[in-house]
């Protein structure tokens, strides 16, 4: 399994949100308990198995390598994505799985992502289980990270949990009908509805996939965005989706705002000093 950090975007809404007493450079560098979000993440990251690490850059790319290389005894090769700017994430992919030169699985994190300790070893288990069974080495699967149930203030990806009886497919894993991206937020949500996170597991034959896809997009964009890397995936058809949920152990933040709430939000549900 790889590992790919995002942390090439300008965090628009994090930076106009942010008081001018506060102001950074760019949102990874954020603070959380004191350390940047990227050095915590990256922390979390330097406990577990991996092949290789690739951390894309592209906004205030100096500043992110700076606090990169603050993590010492790390392995890690950096990407730049020089088109950033017209990129919400899909050209970061498809940079650093076509660096990785290998049939791997990849871990996509990205970097606005804040996750309890013990949660994230818990995920990481899991994923380690799923990648040794056999039923898997030649799938084309997702497992998305959910963080609870999609209520009707949230915005962005969601996530549809199957109703199967099935018993989950490796210590929380558990079976999804598909994922999508929110725009009508005046309906009810069901339960069997969950917010998407910022990990997102990808076989080694979906990356082939999002590889292809963004090869196809360059070709016929001409001068428009690149969107985010799930649009790919959500256009498939031949995708197995799965979900872990952790609940509230894990949030993102888009807004100063945001990154506040979740300093009280996860002090409430860890132990965490």
């Not at 603070?31 to 979000?37: A, L, N, P, Q």
């Not at 203030?153 to 210590?171: C, E």
Request: hydrophobic share 35%.
């Amino acid at each position: 399994m790889i590992v790919v950090l995002l942390a090439a975007g300008r965090g628009r809404r994090y930076q106009s949100s942010t008081p001018k007493s506060e102001k950074i450079l760019a949102k990874p560098l954020a603070k959380f308990k004191g350390e940047s979000v990227i050095s915590r993440l990256l922390k979390q990251i330097q406990k577990i198995n991996y092949s290789k690490v690739f951390i894309v850059v592209g906004h205030q790319k100096e500043s992110i390598i700076r606090e990169v290389e603050q993590t010492k005894n790390f392995s890690y090769k950096i990407i730049e994505n020089t088109e950033y700017h017209k990129d919400e994430n899909l050209k970061s992919v498809s940079l650093a799985l076509n660096n990785a030169n290998g049939n791997s699985s990849a871990l996509i994190v990205e970097t606005d992502t804040i996750i309890e300790d013990g949660a994230f070893n818990l995920y990481i288990n899991s994923l380690e289980k799923l990648l040794l069974c056999n039923k898997f080495k030649n799938s084309k699967y997702v497992v998305w990270s959910t963080t609870g149930f999609f209520q009707n203030w949230n915005k962005g990806g969601i996530v549809y949990k199957a109703n199967r009886l099935d018993k989950p497919i490796s210590n929380g894993i558990e079976y999804a009908k598909g994922a999508d991206i929110v725009t009508n937020k005046s309906r009810e949500f069901s339960s069997d509805e969950y917010k998407m996170g910022g990990l997102t597991l990808l076989s080694s034959k979906c990356c082939e996939e999002i590889i292809e896809y963004e090869a196809k997009y360059t070709f016929n964009i001409e001068n428009k965005n690149f969107p985010y890397f799930h649009k790919s995936i959500f256009e498939s058809n031949n995708i197995d989706h799965y979900l872990y949920d952790f609940g509230r152990r894990m949030s993102a933040y888009n807004t100063y705002d945001d990154l506040k709430k979740i300093n009280i939000d996860l002090k409430k549900v860890t132990n965490e000093t």
